[in-house]
């Protein structure tokens, strides 16, 4: 047997961790010999530890013990809990695992016991890359462009961090999509992202011109965007960019470019740009397009709305509605 403890905010590298064990198992058995628990009660969780493999092979277990942290277990159940460990079948793989919010600093308390516990196995944390980290995040994406069998020019890796900062998952997404645009040839150019790829630019063209007014425009934006990605896949990413600048604005006065960098996730240069475009925009006017934008999401998803792509309009460019 082995118990993991993996934690940190780049649920990415924590998924991609767990997929590798995944293999291991026997694909006819999969369904049984591959669970996953939700902070499961502390009686639960004792008989999770003690369960023993049946006749199809190994086992591996995922147990997400967020809430784990933020209460204080018995000196008696840490007892029980390491025991159990210690007495699991060797055919059985355990993974703790704690997903952190992204880009909020958050940290667990390594002075609790459950944490010093855990920590004596297989533990590892996984942080997510800075974006002002270039050499360390352009490291990353080259070693996944070779594992996906992708040749990338020297300065496509940069353009990729420029474009869609430093979210692994979105980034293995458009490499996968790049890889198709490419096919049957292996080279990446940066011109091949700059076409494909949903870039802050084009989002920030689309929201630039809905928060003016000019409906027009950003409905001719948000359908160049609709040739590149899924309704959804555009209002979640615009999601993402409206809370780093919903960060920018109401924090600029008093953090530098480099703070504000850390803060978003975003390069510094992106952050210098975004906070040049966003200098006649007010922080209402993005709250409010935050909210109707998460009213969309919600109609298309609860099924509420037969078209999701004119629910998004409807929402967005309807008649009357002037952000701010």
């Not at 064990?21 to 499961?40: A, Q, R, V, W």
């Not at 000196?75 to 699991?88: T, V």
């Not at 470019?257 to 975003?266: A, I, P, V």
């Amino acid at each position: 047997m082995a118990i993991f403890f993996y934690y940190g905010d780049e649920e990415f590298n924590i998924t991609e961790e767990i997929n590798k064990l995944k293999k291991g198992l026997d694909k006819n058995f999969i369904e049984m010999s591959f669970k996953t628990y939700d902070n499961p009660k502390f009686a639960d969780l004792i008989s999770i530890l003690r369960a023993q493999p049946m006749m199809f092979g190994k086992m591996l277990t995922i147990i997400k013990a967020n809430d784990y942290f933020s209460k204080t277990f018995e000196d008696k159940e840490i007892k029980q809990i390491e025991e159990a460990l210690q007495d699991n079948s060797d055919n059985s793989d355990i993974v703790f695992v704690a997903e952190l919010p992204r880009n909020e600093g958050k940290k667990l308390d390594s002075r609790k016991k459950f944490f010093k516990l855990l920590s004596k196995y297989n533990a590892k944390e996984f942080s997510t890359i800075p974006t002002y980290k270039t050499a360390e995040l352009e490291n990353w994406i080259k070693k996944q462009a070779k594992s996906k069998d992708l040749d990338l020019d020297k300065d496509t890796p940069a353009q990729i961090i420029i474009q869609m900062g430093n979210n692994l998952r979105e980034i293995d997404a458009e490499l996968d999509k790049l890889k198709l645009f490419a096919y049957p040839n292996k080279k990446i150019t940066k011109d091949m992202v700059k076409e494909l790829c949903v870039s802050n630019e084009d989002l920030f063209a689309f929201s630039d011109f809905l928060m003016k007014g000019e409906k027009d425009k950003a409905l001719l934006e948000y359908r160049k965007l609709l040739e590149k990605k899924y309704c959804l896949e555009i209002t979640a990413a615009l999601q993402t960019m409206l809370r780093k600048w919903i960060i920018l604005k109401a924090k600029s006065r008093d953090y530098s470019t480099f703070e504000l960098s850390k803060l978003t996730g975003q390069h510094e240069y992106v952050v210098k740009l975004n906070l040049q475009k966003l200098k006649n925009t007010s922080l209402k006017d993005l709250i409010n397009l935050k909210q109707n934008l998460t009213e969309a999401e919600f109609k298309i998803k609860s099924g509420q709305s037969l078209s999701p792509e004119t629910e998004i309009e409807d929402v967005l460019f309807r008649e009357g509605f002037v952000y701010g």
